[in-house]
């Protein structure tokens, strides 16, 4: 059985426009299905990104995963990566599994499972299909001021004020 609740906005749709840039995945293409390595039940792997395009003055980089689809009123957040230098424009799969598999200078917040690390998705059994939104954004600082202590939401408090661009791919997932 289905439970049926209304669909969660775009959660970037009330925010500052921003310039917008490219982001893939060789796991998934925007609006298709995560495969069952992402998710927390089989594999809780973080995906392969790219990123291209970013515009110009970015001086470092945020990865985030939002679940804006979850049961709360308050979405759920699957990864937080902050402080990734400019230069870096990709993360292989994996890279969510701790801070020693980030790059030098960039490091994770916990996340909604309270893991400094990529929490695979966990659609609760029978729920409508549930939005990924994986967003790479640009920074216009070396560093986004917050510790590894803050939780996603910070960041995000942060990010609306030092954002230059966004790239942004869905992937979805159900059980």
Not at 34 to 48: I, K, R
Not at 84 to 110: C, K, M, N, Q, Y
Not at 111 to 117: I, L, Q, R, V, Y
Not at 118 to 144: I, K, N
Request: charged share 20%; aromatic share 10%.
């Amino acid at each position: 059985m289905t439970i049926e609740r209304p669909r969660a906005e775009d959660p970037y749709a009330k925010l500052s426009k921003v310039a917008s840039f490219a982001a893939t995945s060789k796991a998934f293409t925007d609006g298709s299905p995560l495969p069952d390595e992402q998710a927390s039940h089989d594999g809780n792997t973080s995906p392969q990104l790219s990123w291209s395009g970013a515009p110009e003055g970015t001086k470092s980089f945020v990865v985030t995963c939002f679940d804006p689809d979850a049961p709360t009123p308050s979405g759920f957040w699957h990864w937080t990566v902050v402080d990734l230098p400019s230069d870096i424009t990709d993360l292989e799969a994996g890279a969510g599994a701790s801070d020693d598999a980030l790059p030098t200078g960039a490091f994770h917040v916990r996340s909604d499972t309270g893991e400094k690390a990529f929490s695979g998705a966990a659609p609760p059994e029978g729920d409508h299909t549930h939005r990924y939104y994986f967003v790479v954004h640009a920074v216009g600082e070396e560093s986004l001021g917050v510790d590894g202590d803050v939780s996603p939401t910070v960041v995000a408090f942060n990010l609306a004020f030092k954002t230059l661009g966004r790239a942004v791919i869905v992937g979805t997932y159900q059980l």
